[in-house]
């Protein structure tokens, strides 16, 4: 017990020894530091776009409510159905109902161009034709300015993210559709989904406006339960009628998503990793020189009896000290700078914008001192090495 | 207050000890067939040319270093038997070392210099405290206990490298010219309070110097030459 206390007595004296001449070495300290912040800054930065993305994904659908695209269909893009089916799906066991009827919203889905509000440059956005069970079955739908649109007129609603990104696309404005002007009558939120990056019409005015006749692309459906989903899913593929593809709205929104989660999550790491090896030899460069500036005054330390051991973990808490300073300060650089920072981007799947925030999560910020730790213990790991195994009477000699 | 010595009345035994250096492919042989008995209670000068091996003789008395051939024995203890980890708990316990550059901790004050072997020991904070007080004030510094090493002179970083030195009471103290850096003024304080040290509290000492007038103030002088220890200076 009291050799553990000692053994812990002589690491904190050394490692504060350490920390206490900080100043005198604080240029390569400050570069460190920096180097290791910078590192983080840019892992977390970049990953929290990718987090965003999946959280604008994952909050455009719950559990309890299902998506049904044609058998065989990747996206809403290519998929088709008839009047026939929408009716058989929402008719369906397991689909919640309120007094209107079931809760099912037969869907279609063309691509529109309007002008950025950041370059002028057009750009696709999807304008979408619901019907009136649309808002009970996607979570958290609110209008939040303007009212919505009158069934059976030229009208759209916006989403969020849509009016955000797009000139013309706020309340009071209008849209191109075809040949005519629809005027903009409300805006809404979805929680911060995908549907916020869309525009919304009547699904029959739409269908009429494109000349699609009776038919859908897709039918979302809410549920009686997360649990009804199997017995939903079981109905419709068991129908001859139908030749259908049904998935929870959670399941397709993530994979709708997996493509640009990929390309952005892989770069992230390949960034933060080579950059990772730059500041690894940063900090091996101060921690070396720290050890260096030291030689005697460790050698002195272990001649009055100080431990090997001792000398290795104080080294090494100083390297990690180091690291995670870094890495707070890279962590909380990327927080103010990124988290909620709004941005559009390609939906490569439906080829049209989605706008969501970057997400810098707890998650994130964690791992982002995890790779600072790691910066630290293998920057820190040889120097430290070096200096357990110095000669005690050969350091003695260096001045 | 220190141990007696197991056998002989010998404190310190080194015994055929010798010590080969390599540098690349040389062998440089510093030591051969050395033999010195230290008696307890002695102040021994040990004296000899540059580049002779009296700081390899201390280093190896110390437990610093290990001889190439031979045995050295403090108090009974043979060196060579221990391992590296035991050899550090021994140098704490047994051996105070007094450097010619002092090697004071430069963020330390002079009383957390002092203090820094006690860490090594068992002993509470409060008789930590005690412990630096007492050997401050045989060193004569109690009123720079609160100063740091570069706002001392170099006489009074010494007069703490002597208190770091004895305040735990060590079996052995071993000074490698530790006037060497210093005025003859500050040198002579230094070397008054070395016998002091001899004489009123019975420490033993080895003193490595180049001066004749440091080893006039020891019990005995041994000069070192050659990888070979003599009682007379060789001319
Ligand atoms: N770790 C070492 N590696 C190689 N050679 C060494 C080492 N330590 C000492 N030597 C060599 O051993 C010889 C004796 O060195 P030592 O320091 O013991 O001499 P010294 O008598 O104390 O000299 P000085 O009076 O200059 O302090 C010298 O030639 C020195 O270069
Ligand atoms: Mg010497």
């Known amino acids: ?399 | 207050m220190s141990d007696q010595p197991a056998t002989n009345g010998a404190l310190v035994r080194v015994e055929g000890v010798e010590k080969v250096f390599h540098r690349g492919t040389e062998d440089i042989h510093v030591l051969a067939n050395l033999n010195l008995q230290v008696p307890a209670g002695e102040f021994l000068a040990l004296m000899g040319p540059s580049g002779s091996g009296k700081s390899t003789l201390l280093n190896l008395i110390g437990g610093l270093d290990r001889p190439t051939k031979g045995r050295v024995s403090v108090a009974g203890d043979h060196i060579e038997k221990l391992s590296d980890h035991q050899l550090a708990a021994w140098r704490a316990r047994h051996i105070g070392f007094v450097f010619q550059l002092y090697n004071l901790i430069p963020v330390l004050t002079a009383e957390r210099n002092v203090e820094l072997p006690l860490l090594l020991t068992h002993l509470t904070k409060a008789e930590r405290r005690k412990h630096v007080e007492t050997a401050l004030a045989m060193v004569g510094l109690t009123h720079r206990a609160q100063h740091y090493p570069r706002t001392l002179s170099g006489g009074e970083q010494q007069r703490v490298g002597i208190a770091r030195g004895i305040v735990t009471d060590p079996t052995l103290l071993l000074c490698d010219e530790p006037t060497g850096d210093l005025d003859r003024k500050s040198g002579d304080e230094i070397l008054n309070l070395l016998q002091a040290l001899n004489r009123e509290h019975g420490k033993t000492i080895i003193m490595v110097t180049h001066d004749p007038h440091a080893s006039a103030r020891a019990s005995r002088t041994v000069y070192l030459n050659k990888g070979e220890l003599t009682n007379t200076p060789l001319a």
């Open chain 1, 1 to 399: 017990m009291t050799a553990l206390f000692n053994w812990f007595a002589q690491i904190g004296s050394i490692a504060r020894f350490g920390l206490m001449s900080i100043p005198q070495r604080r240029g390569a300290v400050t570069a460190t530091v920096f180097g290791i912040a910078g590192v983080v800054l840019v892992f977390v930065g970049v990953l929290s776009i990718a987090a965003g993305f999946r959280r604008a994904m994952a909050n455009s659908g719950s559990a309890d409510a299902a998506i049904v695209l044609r058998s065989g269909s990747d996206s809403e893009m290519v998929s088709g159905l008839g009047r026939n089916d929408t009716r058989l799906i929402a008719d369906a066991p397991g689909v919640a109902r309120n007094a209107a009827g079931p809760l099912s919203s037969a869907e279609l889905f063309v691509i529109i161009n309007l002008p950025k509000r950041s370059t002028g440059t057009d750009a696709n956005v999807p304008l979408r034709g619901v019907e009136a069970a649309a808002t009970s079955v996607r979570d958290n739908l609110r209008i939040t300015a303007g009212r919505m649109f009158e069934w059976g007129r030229n009208e759209v609603i916006v989403g969020a993210g849509a009016a955000r990104e797009f000139a013309g696309l706020e309340v009071g404005g209008s849209v191109k559709v075809g040949r005519e002007t629809w005027p903009v009558v409300g805006e809404f939120t979805a929680g911060g989904g995908v549907a916020e990056s869309e525009v919304w019409s009547d699904a029959k005015v739409l269908q009429a406006a494109y000349n699609r006749g009776d038919s859908f692309q897709s039918v979302y459906v809410r549920l009686n339960s997360a649990g009804a989903f199997q017995e939903f899913k079981d109905a419709l593929t068991a129908n001859p009628q139908l030749s259908v593809k049904v998935l929870r709205q959670s399941e397709h929104f993530a994979e709708q998503s997996t493509a640009m989660m990929k390309l952005i999550t892989t770069l992230g790491y390949l960034i933060a990793f080579l950059m990772a090896v730059g500041a690894v030899f940063g900090a091996l460069n101060t921690m070396y020189s720290a050890v260096a500036a030291r030689t005697r005054e460790i050698a002195t330390l272990r001649a009055l009896g100080f431990g090997r051991g001792a000398v290795v973990i104080a080294l090494m808490i100083e390297s990690l000290l180091l690291a995670v300073g870094g890495g707070i300060v890279g962590a909380g650089l990327a927080y103010l700078a990124f988290n909620n920072f709004h941005a559009a981007t390609i939906n490569w799947q439906s080829f049209s914008m989605v706008a969501f925030a970057f997400a810098v999560t707890p998650a994130l910020l964690v791992q982002g001192i995890f790779w600072a730790t790691g910066i630290g213990l293998i920057g820190g790991l040889l120097p430290a090495l070096r200096a357990a195994r110095l000669p005690i009477a050969a350091a003695l000699r260096e001045l």
